[in-house]
C-alpha cells in the first residue's frame, strides 16, 4: 500500500517568511511525528500526535514553530517568520499508535527546506 | 537522558568484505535500540531492533548488532557487503516514556567500492 508522502519534496524560501510543509500518514495509521535532519547531525524529534490526544510539543524548538492534525490524518507543520538555522529537512513519519509496545514508525521521504 | 554515539561519520568497505558500524549507547535505563537505513531520496527504513530479548539480533538485508550491556554498544555488523548496502545508518534509542520519542545518533555514511 502506500506509504508516508509529504510535499513539498523542496521548498525555497526567503527568510522572514512563512512556510507549511504537509504530511499524509499511512492510512490507518494513529500516530504521526515530525523529525528535522540538520547537516551533520543526526534526526531531531520535533511533535507526536496520537489519536485525539494533546499533542506532545517538546521538541519544538521555538514558539514560532507548530503543527496540526486535521482529522486525525493529514499532519501541517507550519514555520514562522523563518530563519536561516531553520534549513534542513524535515521528516514525518507514522505508526499503528500500539501502546505499551514496539511501534515501529514508518517515515516519509521528507521536506527539503532551504532559507535564504 | 539517553542518547547514542556513532563513531564514525563515514566507512568505506569493499564489496564482498565484512562491515561494521560502531554504536555506542548512554541510557539510564534498560535501553530499546534500533538501526535505521536511508537510502539516497528514500525514506528511513527500520534494519532491526533490540528490545530486552536475544542479544544478537538478526535484521533485513543480512545485517545484525549484538547488544553488549557491558560495553554499552550495539554494533551493527555484515558479513559480507553488497553495492546496494551504500546508504546513511542511524543508531536509535527510544525514550523510557515509550517507544514514541526516538533518540537518533549523527549517522554513518557507508560507501561500498566495486
Known amino acids: 500500500g502506500a506509504g508516508v508522502s509529504q510535499s513539498p519534496s523542496n521548498k525555497v524560501t526567503e527568510k522572514g517568511k512563512d512556510v507549511e510543509l504537509r504530511c499524509d500518514p499511512i492510512?490507518?495509521?494513529?500516530?504521526l511525528y515530525w523529525y528535522r535532519q540538520s547537516l551533520g547531525q543526526g534526526l531531531e524529534f520535533l511533535i507526536y500526535?496520537?489519536?485525539?490526544?494533546?499533542?506532545?510539543k517538546s521538541g519544538l524548538p521555538s514558539d514560532r514553530f507548530s503543527a496540526e492534525r486535521t482529522g486525525g490524518s493529514v499532519s501541517t507543520l507550519t514555520i514562522q517568520r523563518t530563519q536561516q538555522e531553520d534549513s534542513a529537512v524535515y521528516l514525518c513519519?507514522?505508526?499503528?499508535?500500539?501502546?505499551?509496545?514496539?511501534?515501529?514508525?514508518?517515515f516519509g521521504p521528507g521536506t527539503r527546506l532551504t532559507v535564504l | 537522558a539517553q542518547s547514542v554515539t556513532q563513531l564514525d561519520s563515514h566507512v568505506s568497505v569493499s564489496e564482498g568484505t565484512p562491515v561494521l558500524l560502531r554504536c555506542n549507547y548512554s541510557?539510564?535505563?534498560?535501553?530499546?535500540l534500533f538501526w535505521y537505513v536511508q537510502h539516497p531520496n528514500k525514506g528511513l527504513q527500520l534494519l532491526l531492533k533490540?528490545?530486552?530479548?536475544?542479544?544478537l539480533v538478526k535484521g533485513i538485508n543480512g545485517f545484525e548488532a549484538e547488544f553488549k550491556k557491558s560495553e554499552t554498544s550495539f554494533h551493527l555488523t555484515k558479513p559480507s557487503a553488497h553495492m546496494s548496502d551504500a546508504a546513511e545508518y542511524f543508531c536509535?534509542?527510544?525514550?523510557?516514556?515509550?517507544?514514541?520519542?526516538?533518540?537518533f545518533g549523527t549517522g554513518t555514511r557507508l560507501l561500498v567500492s566495486p
Open positions: 513519519a507514522s505508526s499503528r499508535g500500539a501502546s505499551g509496545m514496539f511501534d515501529e514508525q514508518f
Open positions: 492510512s490507518g495509521h494513529t500516530a
Open positions: 500526535f496520537q489519536g485525539n490526544s494533546a499533542p506532545d
Open positions: 541510557s539510564s535505563y534498560s535501553p530499546s
Open positions: 533490540y528490545t530486552s530479548a536475544a542479544t
Open positions: 536509535v534509542v527510544s525514550d523510557p516514556s515509550g517507544f514514541q520519542k526516538l533518540v
